[in-house]
């Protein structure tokens, strides 16, 4: 009882590092670990091929029922309990499906299903949206694999494990393509087929409709003109199958849509894509993304043909990056690596460099800000590029080689936005930037 945090710490590492006896070993280890993992997760225990799902959720009481339920499916857990904690976790844990509470502490879980669709190491990954209230057409329309309402039922979970267990195994993904023009079917099928798509080509509404009646599919692509009937009635024709309701729909057509046709493909359809020269290029990626194959497992010329379209759309693309770090090797080598991404950096040296650039410059889209430099060390720096520019928004993620407990608050309270650690993983580093600038 009268004993300091520092002799509760030296306790908890010589509980750590000595043998614990078998009888008490179970409780030993919940003992210790209730004290280091508030969630009750798996982060601790966590082998390279196991199977891991990425719980978003900060009520811890809701967190343990999905822990429980995941390791009654042979599935390993990791919990974030805030916004800022999610795509650390992704890159970290590369989780199988990820389940996100609408509500979060620190910002929306819209957001985050937003970040995860636009970002392409992470889109593949199917989101699964939980809230307390329906707004299940908009998850569906913004790349939700499912929908679930709070309070969950007992019939609700064993349904999203077993979606997520039998999704994760699903190769091929099954396609429906509705076209009637030889031609341009021709084309799609020589555009998206690959290992992981079957494709089913239906010349006809009816044919599709009868094809539907009996066979489900992740995803369709839609000709809106058709030779037995219009597009809307065969839109109308499908939402009344149950089996069909809630699959991905991509509108591929040449046909010059009204605004209210428009307006009401939006409803009903995730993407609209006009036929021209370059939209089978597109097609191929919006298709990808709806059957949440990662675009990484496609043949090389696939894949190419995504990351080339993604690199031009990137959020990243055309801004302008403020690098702060004395050693040159590290500025080469995150210039070299913006590059590939049109990421346009902007380099300094030291900290005073780096506020002369500031204050000669408005153009600047985010800092990266080395933490050890000598002289004005990066603490000093971001707190002068708070106090004398007077800028609050612009995004300052600290990069240092220390890892240890505080730092990031230390970080915080100087006025970074953000803090990662060396060494710098790339796509880690790239992910977080996304954040800030979507922010």
């Known amino acids: ?75 390993k857990v990791v919990v974030a309990t805030s916004y800022s904690e999610v795509f650390s976790l992704v890159n970290t844990y590369n989780p199988l499906a990820v389940t996100l509470d609408v509500k979060l502490p620190d910002n929306s879980g819209w957001k985050v299903l937003d970040l995860f669709k636009n970002d392409l190491n992470f889109r593949h990954i199917p989101v699964y949206l939980i809230s307390g209230e329906e707004n299940r057409a908009l998850a569906y329309k913004r790349g939700a694999r499912n929908f679930l309402l709070k309070p969950l039922k007992g019939e609700d979970l064993n349904f999203l494990f077993s979606d997520i267990e039998k999704f994760k195994d699903k190769k091929p993904r099954n396609l429906l393509v509705i076209e009637d023009n030889e031609a341009d079917c021709s084309g799609i099928v020589k555009m998206l087929e690959n290992d992981w798509v079957k494709i089913t080509v239906a010349e006809t509404g009816e044919k599709a409709l009868k094809i539907m009646r009996r066979k489900s599919f992740d995803s369709v692509v839609l000709d809106y003109m058709l030779p037995d009937m219009t597009g809307s009635e065969l839109l109308k024709k499908m939402s009344s199958l149950k089996s069909q309701q809630l699959t991905p729909l991509v509108v591929y057509s040449a046909r010059d849509f009204t605004d209210q046709e428009m307006g009401q493909l939006k409803q009903t359809a995730r993407n609209v ?18 059957l949440h194959i990662n675009h990484k497992d496609l043949p090389v010329q696939q894949r190419k043909l995504i990351e080339n379209i993604y690199l031009k759309e990137d959020l990243l693309a055309g801004k302008n990056i403020l690098i702060v770090d004395d050693d040159v090797r590290n500025l080469f080598a995150l210039t070299t690596a913006f590059e590939r991404h049109n990421i346009n ?9 780096a506020i002369g650039i500031l204050n000669g410059r408005s153009d600047i889209d985010m800092v990266l800000m080395d933490i050890m430099m000598p002289e004005m060390d990066g603490y000093e720096t971001t707190q002068k590029i708070r106090r004398e520019n007077k800028n609050s928004t612009l995004p300052i993620i600290a990069v240092t080689a220390k890892a240890m407990k505080g730092d990031r608050q230390k970080c915080i309270e100087a006025g970074a936005s953000d803090y990662i650690t060396k060494p710098v993983k790339i796509d880690q580093l790239l992910s977080l930037m996304r954040i800030w600038l979507y922010r």
């Open 1 to 75: 009882e009268d004993g300091t945090a520092s002799d509760l710490g030296k306790s908890l590492v010589k509980t750590l590092s000595s043998p614990i006896p078998a009888m008490v070993d179970a409780r030993h280890l919940e003992v210790v670990n209730e004290i280091i993992n508030e969630t009750g997760d798996d982060k601790g225990n966590i082998m390279p091929n196991d199977k891991v799902l990425l719980v978003v959720e900060d009520d811890l009481r809701f967190g343990k029922i999905m822990i429980d339920k995941a390791h009654e499916n042979d599935l």
């Open 345 to 353: 950096a902007v380099t300094a040296e030291s900290g005073h460099e």
């Open 273 to 290: 894509i006009m036929k021209d020269v370059r939209s089978l290029d597109q097609l191929l990626e919006e298709t990808t993304l709806n």
